[in-house]
């Protein structure tokens, strides 16, 4: 089984919609993160946490917000989807302490029609 | 200016060639740099890392960094087509991770 999982892999809904994507992981790491990754942009960092009390904006945040229900679970949330939400989303966790490096999930694929 | 730039490619080398990826970045406190590869619908894995000026090898993969410059870069030696993928540069700035676009490598038998 995966370190890092993603659910759902893949989701495709409407627009207005309410969308959740879970992430929880078995690393026993205190940081998690979400990425969004759209061509030709790279991975851009939507919301990180440190630890369960404490939830950090990124540089790209308007439109999601996240919940840290423990130190194993990180989740996103998308209120009211929209286009260009589109996006495949990566969840990643690290060591604190580390010197930051990542460890990814598979990704879950977000369509918003 | 984004904060970390790089080539998009495509770059194509041939088998047994080396493959050189460049990256520049804009912010000077920047401590801890990194070469993450992500092959077509995977998620990033990381290959190298890299915190000090000067160049890290490891196997066929060396890291060289330059801070004054602000440039960090990836070679990889006796290409081989299992080394076709995206590459992403990623600096460690204050808090979070920031990645460059990437660049794609398609090395040919």
């Known amino acids: 089984d995966a370190d890092v999982t993603q659910t759902p892999r893949n989701r495709i809904t409407k627009t207005g919609k309410r969308i959740m994507l879970e992430c929880s992981q078995t690393k026993g790491h205190d940081r998690m993160y979400w990425y969004r990754q759209d061509p030709g942009l790279g991975l851009r960092l939507i919301y990180y946490s440190f630890d369960v009390k404490d939830i950090n904006k990124g540089e790209i945040s308007d439109g999601y917000s996240v919940s840290r229900q423990a130190q194993a679970k990180f989740s996103l949330s998308l209120e009211s989807a929209i286009p260009n939400q589109t996006a495949l989303y990566f969840c990643a966790t690290s060591d604190t302490g580390s010197t930051g490096e990542l460890f990814f999930g598979e990704g879950s694929r977000l369509t918003v029609l | 200016q984004k904060e970390v730039e790089q080539n998009s490619g495509p770059l194509s080398v041939p088998e047994g060639a080396i493959a050189s990826l460049n990256c520049t970045y804009s912010?000077?406190?920047?401590?801890?740099f990194f070469w993450y590869r992500q092959y077509s619908g995977k998620s990033p894995e990381l290959i190298m890392s890299?915190?000090?000026?000067g160049d890290k090898e490891d196997g066929r993969f060396t890291a060289q960094l330059n801070k004054a410059s602000q440039y960090v870069s990836l070679l990889i030696r006796d290409s081989q087509p299992s080394d076709s993928a995206t590459y992403l540069c990623a600096v460690n700035i204050i808090n979070d991770m920031r990645f460059g676009a990437g660049t794609r490598l398609t090395v040919k038998p």
């Open positions: 890299i915190y000090s000026n």
């Open positions: 912010d000077r406190v920047s401590q801890s």
